[in-house]
Protein backbone atom coordinates (compact mmCIF):
# COMPACT_ATOMS: atom_id res chain seq x y z
CA UNK A 1 0.00 0.00 0.00
CA UNK A 2 1.36 3.50 -0.88
CA UNK A 3 2.22 5.48 2.03
CA UNK A 4 0.35 8.98 2.04
CA UNK A 5 1.65 11.47 4.96
CA UNK A 6 -1.27 13.00 6.58
CA UNK A 7 0.19 16.76 6.69
CA UNK A 8 1.56 18.47 3.79
CA UNK A 9 5.24 20.27 3.15
CA UNK A 10 2.51 23.60 3.22
CA UNK A 11 1.39 22.73 6.32
CA UNK A 12 4.63 21.43 7.61
CA UNK A 13 6.10 24.77 6.28
CA UNK A 14 3.34 26.56 8.75
CA UNK A 15 3.98 24.53 11.82
CA UNK A 16 7.86 24.71 11.47
CA UNK A 17 6.95 28.83 11.57
CA UNK A 18 6.17 27.98 15.42
CA UNK A 19 8.11 24.69 15.77
CA UNK A 20 11.31 24.56 15.05
CA UNK A 21 12.28 20.92 13.72
CA UNK A 22 12.05 18.05 14.77
CA UNK A 23 9.13 16.96 15.83
CA UNK A 24 6.95 14.51 16.57
CA UNK A 25 3.26 15.05 14.80
CA UNK A 26 -0.24 13.02 15.81
CA UNK A 27 -3.11 12.71 13.65
CA UNK A 28 -5.87 12.95 15.60
CA UNK A 29 -8.94 11.96 12.82
CA UNK A 30 -6.68 8.82 11.88
CA UNK A 31 -6.51 7.80 15.60
CA UNK A 32 -10.39 8.23 16.67
CA UNK A 33 -11.40 6.43 13.10
CA UNK A 34 -9.13 3.66 14.41
CA UNK A 35 -10.03 3.32 17.65
CA UNK A 36 -14.01 3.29 16.39
CA UNK A 37 -12.92 0.10 14.06
CA UNK A 38 -11.38 -1.78 16.81
CA UNK A 39 -14.39 -1.07 19.06
CA UNK A 40 -16.98 -1.60 16.31
CA UNK A 41 -14.60 -4.96 15.63
CA UNK A 42 -15.41 -6.41 19.11
CA UNK A 43 -18.93 -5.37 18.88
CA UNK A 44 -20.14 -8.55 19.66
CA UNK A 45 -18.72 -8.86 23.03
CA UNK A 46 -20.59 -7.10 25.82
CA UNK A 47 -17.74 -6.39 27.98
CA UNK A 48 -14.77 -5.36 25.51
CA UNK A 49 -12.39 -3.08 26.31
CA UNK A 50 -9.15 -2.18 24.72
CA UNK A 51 -6.36 -0.99 27.56
CA UNK A 52 -3.79 1.33 25.28
CA UNK A 53 -0.12 0.26 25.93
CA UNK A 54 1.09 3.42 27.45
CA UNK A 55 4.68 2.50 26.77
CA UNK A 56 3.71 3.27 23.40
CA UNK A 57 3.13 6.80 23.42
CA UNK A 58 2.91 8.05 27.04
CA UNK A 59 1.44 11.23 26.24
CA UNK A 60 -1.79 12.92 28.57
CA UNK A 61 -3.28 14.37 25.37
CA UNK A 62 -2.88 11.18 23.41
CA UNK A 63 -4.51 9.50 26.87
CA UNK A 64 -7.41 11.76 26.59
CA UNK A 65 -8.49 11.50 23.05
CA UNK A 66 -8.47 7.40 23.23
CA UNK A 67 -9.99 7.71 26.56
CA UNK A 68 -13.00 9.58 24.84
CA UNK A 69 -13.41 6.64 22.41
CA UNK A 70 -13.77 4.25 25.61
CA UNK A 71 -9.83 2.80 25.93
CA UNK A 72 -8.38 2.15 29.31
CA UNK A 73 -4.67 1.86 29.73
CA UNK A 74 -2.54 -0.77 30.47
CA UNK A 75 0.62 0.31 32.49
CA UNK A 76 3.94 -1.34 33.62
CA UNK A 77 5.59 1.30 35.79
CA UNK A 78 4.67 3.84 38.17
CA UNK A 79 4.76 6.96 36.24
CA UNK A 80 2.66 5.20 33.22
CA UNK A 81 0.43 4.45 36.33
CA UNK A 82 0.44 8.10 37.68
CA UNK A 83 -0.24 9.37 34.52
CA UNK A 84 -3.35 7.19 33.86
CA UNK A 85 -4.58 8.39 37.34
CA UNK A 86 -4.26 12.05 36.71
CA UNK A 87 -5.87 11.20 32.89
CA UNK A 88 -9.02 10.38 34.83
CA UNK A 89 -8.58 6.39 34.39
CA UNK A 90 -10.38 4.67 37.58
CA UNK A 91 -10.82 1.32 38.03
CA UNK A 92 -11.54 -1.13 36.10
CA UNK A 93 -10.02 0.85 33.64
CA UNK A 94 -6.53 0.48 34.36
CA UNK A 95 -4.35 -2.55 33.86
CA UNK A 96 -1.07 -3.05 35.14
CA UNK A 97 0.99 -5.80 33.13
CA UNK A 98 4.33 -5.33 34.53
CA UNK A 99 7.13 -7.60 35.09
CA UNK A 100 9.73 -7.84 37.71
CA UNK A 101 7.81 -5.55 39.43
CA UNK A 102 8.89 -3.46 42.80
CA UNK A 103 6.55 -3.69 45.61
CA UNK A 104 5.66 0.00 45.43
CA UNK A 105 4.20 -0.62 42.56
CA UNK A 106 2.29 -3.36 43.23
CA UNK A 107 0.98 -1.16 46.17
CA UNK A 108 0.11 1.87 44.23
CA UNK A 109 -1.56 0.08 41.60
CA UNK A 110 -3.59 -1.71 44.11
CA UNK A 111 -4.65 1.83 45.81
CA UNK A 112 -5.75 2.76 42.15
CA UNK A 113 -7.64 0.07 41.20
CA UNK A 114 -6.02 -1.26 38.87
CA UNK A 115 -6.58 -4.72 37.65
CA UNK A 116 -2.93 -6.73 38.59
CA UNK A 117 -1.49 -9.45 35.83
CA UNK A 118 0.76 -11.63 37.42
CA UNK A 119 3.90 -11.85 35.56
CA UNK A 120 5.29 -15.03 37.56
CA UNK A 121 3.85 -17.17 40.05
CA UNK A 122 6.18 -16.49 42.99
CA UNK A 123 4.38 -12.95 42.41
CA UNK A 124 1.67 -13.83 44.66
CA UNK A 125 3.52 -13.69 47.29
CA UNK A 126 5.24 -11.16 46.74
CA UNK A 127 1.51 -9.15 45.87
CA UNK A 128 0.14 -10.40 49.33
CA UNK A 129 3.27 -9.18 51.44
CA UNK A 130 3.09 -5.69 49.42
CA UNK A 131 -0.62 -5.27 49.96
CA UNK A 132 -2.97 -8.38 49.61
CA UNK A 133 -4.64 -10.05 46.78
CA UNK A 134 -7.66 -8.26 45.21
CA UNK A 135 -10.60 -9.74 44.38
CA UNK A 136 -10.04 -9.52 40.63
CA UNK A 137 -6.72 -10.92 39.24
CA UNK A 138 -5.31 -12.05 36.31
CA UNK A 139 -2.26 -14.08 35.68
CA UNK A 140 0.15 -14.20 32.30
CA UNK A 141 0.78 -17.26 30.44
CA UNK A 142 3.66 -18.42 28.68
CA UNK A 143 2.79 -21.96 26.28
CA UNK A 144 6.90 -22.41 25.72
CA UNK A 145 7.98 -23.74 22.73
CA UNK A 146 7.72 -21.72 19.64
CA UNK A 147 4.37 -19.66 18.47
CA UNK A 148 3.54 -20.62 14.71
CA UNK A 149 0.92 -19.50 12.72
CA UNK A 150 0.27 -22.67 10.08
CA UNK A 151 3.55 -23.18 9.45
CA UNK A 152 5.03 -19.97 9.96
CA UNK A 153 7.31 -19.26 13.33
CA UNK A 154 6.01 -16.15 14.37
CA UNK A 155 7.79 -16.08 17.75
CA UNK A 156 9.83 -17.86 20.53
CA UNK A 157 8.09 -17.35 23.61
CA UNK A 158 10.27 -19.96 25.29
CA UNK A 159 12.90 -17.68 25.08
CA UNK A 160 10.97 -14.56 26.46
CA UNK A 161 11.06 -13.97 30.00
CA UNK A 162 7.54 -13.57 30.49
CA UNK A 163 4.76 -15.17 31.99
CA UNK A 164 3.75 -18.73 33.43
CA UNK A 165 4.06 -22.35 32.60
CA UNK A 166 0.78 -24.67 32.14
CA UNK A 167 1.76 -26.09 35.27
CA UNK A 168 1.94 -22.86 36.97
CA UNK A 169 -0.77 -20.88 35.82
CA UNK A 170 -3.11 -24.00 37.12
CA UNK A 171 -0.92 -23.66 40.96
CA UNK A 172 -1.23 -19.52 40.85
CA UNK A 173 -5.04 -19.66 39.99
CA UNK A 174 -5.55 -22.28 43.02
CA UNK A 175 -3.26 -20.15 45.62
CA UNK A 176 -5.00 -16.87 44.45
CA UNK A 177 -8.64 -18.55 45.30
CA UNK A 178 -7.28 -19.72 48.14
CA UNK A 179 -6.28 -16.29 49.28
CA UNK A 180 -9.92 -14.40 48.01
CA UNK A 181 -9.69 -13.43 44.94
CA UNK A 182 -12.69 -14.25 43.46
CA UNK A 183 -12.52 -12.75 39.54
CA UNK A 184 -9.87 -13.96 37.40
CA UNK A 185 -8.04 -13.13 33.72
CA UNK A 186 -6.01 -14.99 31.97
CA UNK A 187 -3.41 -12.80 29.70
CA UNK A 188 -0.82 -13.95 26.88
CA UNK A 189 1.50 -11.94 24.48
CA UNK A 190 2.90 -14.26 21.99
CA UNK A 191 4.14 -12.20 19.02
CA UNK A 192 5.27 -8.80 18.45
CA UNK A 193 4.05 -6.62 15.35
CA UNK A 194 2.47 -9.41 13.29
CA UNK A 195 1.31 -8.05 10.07
CA UNK A 196 -1.11 -11.11 9.55
CA UNK A 197 -4.97 -11.51 10.56
CA UNK A 198 -4.46 -14.88 12.21
CA UNK A 199 -2.71 -14.04 15.11
CA UNK A 200 -5.57 -12.68 17.18
CA UNK A 201 -7.66 -15.49 16.26
CA UNK A 202 -4.41 -18.32 16.74
CA UNK A 203 -3.77 -16.67 19.86
CA UNK A 204 -7.88 -16.59 21.04
CA UNK A 205 -8.03 -20.52 20.66
CA UNK A 206 -5.11 -21.33 22.83
CA UNK A 207 -6.18 -19.21 25.19
CA UNK A 208 -9.71 -19.71 25.22
CA UNK A 209 -9.02 -23.26 25.16
CA UNK A 210 -6.90 -22.84 28.55
CA UNK A 211 -9.59 -21.17 30.19
CA UNK A 212 -11.69 -24.12 30.06
CA UNK A 213 -9.32 -26.27 31.43
CA UNK A 214 -8.76 -23.93 33.95
CA UNK A 215 -12.10 -23.30 34.56
CA UNK A 216 -12.54 -27.26 35.37
CA UNK A 217 -9.33 -28.19 36.94
CA UNK A 218 -9.65 -25.23 39.59
CA UNK A 219 -13.24 -24.02 39.48
CA UNK A 220 -12.13 -20.50 39.50
CA UNK A 221 -14.96 -18.05 37.39
CA UNK A 222 -13.10 -16.43 34.82
CA UNK A 223 -14.31 -13.11 33.84
CA UNK A 224 -11.72 -11.92 31.13
CA UNK A 225 -9.35 -12.74 28.71
CA UNK A 226 -6.49 -10.55 27.27
CA UNK A 227 -4.83 -10.71 24.45
CA UNK A 228 -2.56 -8.42 24.76
CA UNK A 229 -0.66 -6.19 22.43
CA UNK A 230 0.89 -7.83 19.03
CA UNK A 231 -1.62 -6.88 16.48
CA UNK A 232 1.13 -4.46 13.82
CA UNK A 233 1.18 -2.08 10.95
CA UNK A 234 2.61 -2.13 7.93
CA UNK A 235 6.09 -0.49 8.42
CA UNK A 236 7.22 -0.84 4.44
CA UNK A 237 4.69 0.06 1.69
CA UNK A 238 4.62 -3.80 0.31
CA UNK A 239 3.02 -5.26 2.83
CA UNK A 240 -0.64 -4.77 3.37
CA UNK A 241 -2.44 -3.50 6.68
CA UNK A 242 -4.05 -5.81 9.01
CA UNK A 243 -7.83 -5.90 8.82
CA UNK A 244 -9.09 -5.64 12.15
CA UNK A 245 -13.09 -6.05 11.51
CA UNK A 246 -11.63 -9.65 10.21
CA UNK A 247 -9.55 -10.11 13.21
CA UNK A 248 -12.48 -9.16 15.31
CA UNK A 249 -14.81 -11.58 13.56
CA UNK A 250 -12.00 -14.36 13.65
CA UNK A 251 -11.66 -13.97 17.74
CA UNK A 252 -15.38 -13.95 17.74
CA UNK A 253 -15.49 -17.75 15.76
CA UNK A 254 -13.15 -18.80 17.93
CA UNK A 255 -15.22 -17.50 20.97
CA UNK A 256 -18.47 -19.34 19.83
CA UNK A 257 -16.48 -22.92 19.17
CA UNK A 258 -14.88 -22.73 22.27
CA UNK A 259 -15.99 -20.88 25.02
CA UNK A 260 -19.87 -20.76 24.51
CA UNK A 261 -20.69 -24.53 24.61
CA UNK A 262 -18.73 -24.34 27.57
CA UNK A 263 -21.10 -22.27 29.37
CA UNK A 264 -18.47 -19.56 29.62
CA UNK A 265 -20.28 -16.78 26.86
CA UNK A 266 -20.08 -14.49 29.53
CA UNK A 267 -16.08 -14.16 29.27
CA UNK A 268 -15.09 -10.51 28.62
CA UNK A 269 -12.23 -9.97 25.65
CA UNK A 270 -9.71 -7.50 26.58
CA UNK A 271 -6.80 -6.17 23.92
CA UNK A 272 -3.88 -3.97 25.28
CA UNK A 273 -2.75 -2.61 21.67
CA UNK A 274 -0.02 -0.04 21.31
CA UNK A 275 1.17 -0.13 18.30
CA UNK A 276 -1.70 -0.72 16.46
CA UNK A 277 -3.14 1.93 17.94
CA UNK A 278 -0.98 4.80 17.42
CA UNK A 279 2.08 3.90 14.87
CA UNK A 280 0.66 5.41 11.46
CA UNK A 281 -1.04 8.10 12.98
CA UNK A 282 2.59 9.86 13.87
CA UNK A 283 5.19 11.22 11.94
CA UNK A 284 8.99 12.66 12.97
CA UNK A 285 9.22 15.55 11.33
CA UNK A 286 13.50 16.51 9.75
CA UNK A 287 15.21 18.82 7.48
CA UNK A 288 17.75 17.96 5.86
CA UNK A 289 20.67 20.07 7.07
CA UNK A 290 23.68 18.35 5.42
CA UNK A 291 24.73 16.62 2.27
CA UNK A 292 28.01 14.47 1.50
CA UNK A 293 29.60 12.82 -1.31
CA UNK A 294 31.76 9.87 0.18
CA UNK A 295 31.63 6.07 -0.44
CA UNK A 296 28.09 6.23 -0.59
CA UNK A 297 25.76 9.68 -0.68
CA UNK A 298 24.50 10.88 2.62
CA UNK A 299 21.94 13.25 3.66
CA UNK A 300 22.03 14.44 7.37
CA UNK A 301 18.92 15.36 8.88
CA UNK A 302 18.17 17.34 12.02
CA UNK A 303 16.42 14.56 13.59
CA UNK A 304 18.61 11.75 15.40
CA UNK A 305 18.32 8.00 16.92
CA UNK A 306 17.08 9.97 19.87
CA UNK A 307 13.95 10.96 18.45
CA UNK A 308 13.37 7.82 17.08
CA UNK A 309 15.31 4.33 17.80
CA UNK A 310 13.69 1.59 16.18
CA UNK A 311 15.93 2.13 13.03
CA UNK A 312 19.18 2.18 15.21
CA UNK A 313 18.32 -0.34 17.90
CA UNK A 314 16.29 -3.35 15.65
CA UNK A 315 17.44 -2.19 11.85
CA UNK A 316 13.66 -1.44 11.44
CA UNK A 317 12.75 -0.22 8.23
CA UNK A 318 10.48 3.88 7.92
CA UNK A 319 9.30 4.67 5.19
CA UNK A 320 9.97 8.34 4.27
CA UNK A 321 8.77 11.00 1.96
CA UNK A 322 10.29 14.38 1.25
CA UNK A 323 7.33 16.81 1.25
CA UNK A 324 6.40 18.02 -1.88
CA UNK A 325 7.80 15.44 -3.95
CA UNK A 326 6.05 12.73 -3.38
CA UNK A 327 4.89 12.80 -7.27
CA UNK A 328 9.29 12.47 -7.96
CA UNK A 329 11.17 9.54 -9.30
CA UNK A 330 12.86 8.06 -6.44
CA UNK A 331 16.44 8.26 -8.84
CA UNK A 332 18.73 8.77 -5.58
CA UNK A 333 20.27 6.59 -3.46
CA UNK A 334 20.67 7.72 0.20
CA UNK A 335 21.86 7.08 3.30
CA UNK A 336 19.72 9.18 5.82
CA UNK A 337 21.60 9.89 9.36
CA UNK A 338 21.73 11.74 12.43
CA UNK A 339 24.17 13.50 14.31
CA UNK A 340 24.75 10.79 16.97
CA UNK A 341 28.26 9.74 17.17
CA UNK A 342 27.08 6.13 16.46
CA UNK A 343 27.48 4.90 12.74
CA UNK A 344 23.75 3.35 13.67
CA UNK A 345 22.17 6.27 13.35
CA UNK A 346 20.51 5.90 10.49
CA UNK A 347 17.26 6.27 9.27
CA UNK A 348 17.26 4.70 6.16
CA UNK A 349 20.05 3.18 4.37
CA UNK A 350 20.64 2.81 0.63
CA UNK A 351 16.79 4.54 0.03
CA UNK A 352 15.65 5.02 -2.88
CA UNK A 353 14.61 8.72 -2.85
CA UNK A 354 13.95 11.66 -5.03
CA UNK A 355 16.67 13.94 -5.14
CA UNK A 356 17.04 15.81 -1.96
CA UNK A 357 17.77 19.59 -1.27
CA UNK A 358 19.35 21.25 1.64
CA UNK A 359 16.14 22.42 3.45
CA UNK A 360 13.46 19.90 2.16
CA UNK A 361 10.98 18.67 4.77
CA UNK A 362 10.86 14.90 5.70
CA UNK A 363 8.58 12.82 7.23
CA UNK A 364 9.70 9.55 8.37
CA UNK A 365 6.24 7.45 8.92
CA UNK A 366 4.77 5.03 11.53
CA UNK A 367 6.31 6.71 14.31
CA UNK A 368 3.19 7.37 16.62
CA UNK A 369 4.08 4.20 18.97
CA UNK A 370 7.52 3.52 20.02
CA UNK A 371 8.75 6.27 18.63
CA UNK A 372 9.18 9.59 21.17
CA UNK A 373 8.73 7.59 23.82
CA UNK A 374 11.85 5.26 23.38
CA UNK A 375 13.84 8.15 22.98
CA UNK A 376 17.42 9.04 25.28
CA UNK A 377 19.65 11.78 25.81
CA UNK A 378 22.96 10.29 23.90
CA UNK A 379 24.94 12.97 23.17
CA UNK A 380 23.44 15.20 25.04
CA UNK A 381 20.61 15.64 22.26
CA UNK A 382 17.61 17.00 23.62
CA UNK A 383 13.74 15.19 23.07
CA UNK A 384 11.70 16.64 20.65
CA UNK A 385 8.32 18.60 21.08
CA UNK A 386 4.98 16.26 20.39
CA UNK A 387 2.37 17.70 18.57
CA UNK A 388 -1.42 17.34 17.60
CA UNK A 389 -3.01 17.79 14.15
CA UNK A 390 -6.47 18.27 15.80
CA UNK A 391 -9.52 17.48 13.29
CA UNK A 392 -10.47 20.72 12.32
CA UNK A 393 -6.79 20.80 10.94
CA UNK A 394 -5.39 23.50 13.76
CA UNK A 395 -2.07 22.30 15.47
CA UNK A 396 -1.83 22.31 19.26
CA UNK A 397 2.02 21.76 20.80
CA UNK A 398 1.47 18.69 23.23
CA UNK A 399 4.62 18.28 24.70
CA UNK A 400 7.21 20.97 24.45
CA UNK A 401 10.31 20.32 23.30
CA UNK A 402 13.55 19.30 26.33
CA UNK A 403 16.15 22.84 26.96
CA UNK A 404 19.48 22.17 28.54
CA UNK A 405 17.94 23.10 31.56
CA UNK A 406 15.93 20.31 31.84
CA UNK A 407 19.12 18.07 30.78
CA UNK A 408 21.05 19.42 33.30
CA UNK A 409 17.91 19.22 35.92
CA UNK A 410 18.86 16.35 37.74
CA UNK A 411 22.64 17.34 38.44
CA UNK A 412 21.48 20.09 41.15
CA UNK A 413 24.66 20.79 43.42
CA UNK A 414 27.12 19.60 41.47
CA UNK A 415 26.45 21.97 38.60
CA UNK A 416 27.06 24.69 41.10
CA UNK A 417 30.12 23.35 42.04
CA UNK A 418 31.21 23.88 38.39
CA UNK A 419 29.97 27.13 38.29
C1 LIG B 1 4.37 -3.56 24.84
C2 LIG B 1 3.18 -4.22 25.40
C3 LIG B 1 1.93 -4.09 24.80
C4 LIG B 1 1.72 -3.35 23.52
O1 LIG B 1 2.37 -3.96 22.46
P1 LIG B 1 2.18 -3.46 20.96
O2 LIG B 1 3.07 -4.36 20.19
O3 LIG B 1 2.58 -2.04 20.93
O4 LIG B 1 0.75 -3.64 20.62
C5 LIG B 1 0.86 -4.68 25.43
N1 LIG B 1 1.00 -5.37 26.59
C6 LIG B 1 2.18 -5.52 27.19
C7 LIG B 1 2.26 -6.27 28.46
C8 LIG B 1 3.31 -4.96 26.62
O5 LIG B 1 4.50 -5.12 27.21
Not at 101 to 115: R, V
Not at 116 to 137: Q, V
Not at 280 to 294: D, N
Not at 303 to 317: E, F, K, S, T
Amino acid sequence: MEKKPFITKEQAQQMMEKYPTPFHIYDEKGIRENARKLKQAFAWNKGFKEYFAVKATPNPSILKILKEEGCGTDCSSYAELLMSEKCGFQHPNIMFSSNDTPESEFQYAKELGAIINLDDITHIDALEKACGIPETICCRFNPGGKFSISTTIMDNPGDAKYGMTREQIKEAFLRLKQLGAKEFGIHSFLASNTVSNEYYPTLAKILFRLAVELKEETGVHIGFINLSGGVGVPYTPDKEPNDILVIGEGVHKAFDEILVPAGMGDVKIFTELGRFMLAPYGHLVTKAIHEKHIYKEYIGVDACAVNLMRPAMYGAYHHITVLGKEQEPCDHTYDVTGSLCENNDKFAIDRPLPKIEMGDILVIHDTGAHGFAMGYNYNGKLKSAELLLREDGSVVEIRRAETVDDYFATLDGYWNVID
